[in-house]
């Protein structure tokens, strides 16, 4: 019995292009690997070592999925010296655009770095995600992240500010005037017990519900070449910050502003804030020994100075000569 030919020549396409496809995904699969290979020979002659147990390729049919088991990088001592290692690195793609990669951070990270003192950090997340996306010449131009429950245990050394963040997202694009624009949102941030003192614990709690900024880098290609900020100031580089979100306890602030590097390399800027309860701050800022009790009288003398609005009360934060500034009054010295 012969088979139509109406029904031999679509299945006979069919196959065709089922082994195209094949093909087409293998040759992709040996390319990945390659340059997997390329990039790993690529940051250990600019000094870092990179190991891992394996390196795997797989997600046929529809993606593509590279599988590092057990890497481990460490960082040369000109960029901080630090030894990170994992359980399982994942980067995936679709079939039709390797200019857009998600990966994937699988079990706990640990990472060791000598700050004051030499410190092992074990950080885990139910979520961890990051997003890359590249354009033709093989840079970054986008990027994107999201971490959910991240924990951060101290396991010898000096602990963080934090210890636990409910959810990080973030976001950011190069632009074509030479700019980065970066988006960054974080709910439930618990301070690490060894850090908070009592008296802000007190004062402010140890856990901020939102932190949230919007802001733009301008002149990122300096400053994106070998992070030498000072170079980045001279070259008239600025953050901008276009809005800004805290909620602290009895902070509960937003503003905008712009900052930059003196001549010093210390941070020299102006933030405008809106203070939705003044008094409320003074008081807290007050408790937790922030400003000197010399200067509570002061802080809300500006306060009630100050222009009122829909969102509060509008007062300057400024960073100049090393002090900081909160109106008229002097909070502290920045190092402080």
Known sequence: MSIPKRFLFPVLG???VLVLYTAYWLHAKSTIEREVGVWIARQESAGYLIEQERVRVTGFPYRFQVELTA???QAPQSDGGWNARLEMLKAHALFYDFRHWIIEFDGPLW?????????????DASL????????DRGETIRIGGEFSDVRIATRSGQAPGLEAIESLLFSGAVAEDDT???RLEATGLSASAAVISPEIERAFGSSAELARMDLTVTRWATLAIDADAAAWSRAGGQL?????????????LSGVGEFTLDASAEPDGRLSLHITDPDALADALVQARLVPAENE??????????PRGPDGVALPFRIRDGGVYLGPVRLGDLEN
């Open 14 to 16: 069919i196959l065709v």
């Open 71 to 73: 890497p481990r990088m």
């Open 111 to 123: 990472l060791e770095y000598d700050a004051e003192t030499p410190t092992l950090l074990e950080l």
């Open 128 to 135: 961890a995600l990051v997003s890359l996306a590249s354009n």
């Open 180 to 182: 980065l624009r970066l």
């Open 240 to 252: 901008l910050i276009a809005e800004s979100a805290l909620e602290w306890g009895p902070a509960q």
């Open 297 to 306: 009288q002061a802080l809300r003398l500006a306060a009630m100075m100050a």
